[in-house]
């Protein structure tokens, strides 16, 4: 074993890029040219350096599948490593058939379709769309701001008034 990683997305038997200086697993006195994810589960998975030869070996074998479905516990020959979408990415690994696989699907494309009903407010009517949907009236604009600009004797201003009122001293003491 080459490498244990931590959490990972892709499935046992993806091919990764060897690190510089690596050598074969099996035989330490070859470098490795190839690196192979193996046994994978939710904390992380094995990496498996190979030299050319032991890559062609494992080709021929193929990646480890049990005989039994881990969903339905019927045997299969069509077994291949899942992931629930549930669980996330990195979740653990699942040895599923093709039949749990094509019923996860099928549920998934259903759970779509039903989702796909509802409007997603993305065209041109969102506005329109959003007030029936809340029940939300658009406020009216409030009236034009009235101003009311007097003189210093208390009558409203007009440009053409004349104010008689005498402005007061103010004395300042200097003490």
Excluded: N
């Amino acid at each position: 074993m080459a490498d244990v990683t931590g959490p990972i997305h892709t499935l046992p038997g993806a091919g990764h890029a060897v690190p510089d200086g690596m050598m074969c697993d099996d035989h330490p006195d070859r470098p490795a040219t190839h690196r192979v994810q193996g046994e994978t589960d939710s904390m992380g998975c094995e990496m498996y350096d190979m030299c050319d030869e032991c890559f062609t070996e494992f080709k021929a074998h193929g990646v480890y599948t049990p005989e039994e479905c881990d969903w339905c516990k019927e045997k299969s020959t069509d077994i291949r490593p899942t992931r629930d979408h549930e669980e996330g990415m990195c979740g653990p690994v699942y040895y599923v058939c093709g039949a749990c696989r094509r019923r996860r699907d099928e549920r998934l494309a259903e759970e779509d379709r039903y989702y796909d009903d509802f409007d997603d407010f993305d065209d041109d009517d969102y506005f329109e769309e959003r007030l029936e949907v809340e029940h939300f009236e658009a406020p009216e604009e409030p009236p034009p701001r009235q101003v009311l600009v007097t003189c210093r004797c208390g009558q409203k201003w007009d440009p053409k008034h004349k104010c008689r009122r005498k402005r007061r001293a103010v004395t300042v003491s200097r003490e």
